[in-house]
Structure formats: C-alpha cells, structure tokens
C-alpha cells in the first residue's frame, strides 16, 4: 500500500513561492547536505538550470534523467494500484 505524504501546506501552482520554500527546506538541511539542484522552466521557451557543488552539465543531465525515472516509476505504481 502506498504512504500519500503532504510536501508542503503552500500550493505549488506558485512556482515562485514554491522555489522559495524548497530553498529554505534546502538550508535548513531538510534534505541532508544537497549536493545539486536541476531545474526546468516552462516560460514559453524551455530553461534548464543547475546548480551545486561543482554540478557540471552532464551532472544536471543525470538529475533530470533521474528525476523523470523516479516520476514514471511513482506513475506506474499508482497505475497498479
């Protein structure tokens, strides 16, 4: 059975406030010591940005390809349930 946990109590159609929030999560160390950031931008045009120690492009590209597998895999498994 799947746990549903709350993220946070804002509403993440504020992209801005949303950022904001994560990167107080980020410093207050909510995630442990956070060694990158990959960020995806739908302004029109599509912006990529990374950010971390030493985060090269290639470190940005593995974030991203990552974070897609990690969305598929949570998509998949709603779809079993």
Do not use: W
Not at 11 to 31: K, T
């Amino acid at each position: 059975m799947k746990k549903i946990v709350q993220i946070y109590e804002s509403n993440f159609r504020d992209a801005a406030a949303s950022l904001r929030r994560m990167a107080d999560d980020i410093e207050s160390g909510l995630y442990g010591e956070v060694q990158g950031v990959a960020v995806v931008l739908d302004g029109g045009a599509i912006e990529v940005f990374g950010f971390g120690k030493k985060l090269e492009p290639e470190h940005t590209a593995l974030l991203l390809q990552a974070g897609a597998l990690k969305l598929t895999r949570m998509f998949l498994d709603c779809q079993d349930a």
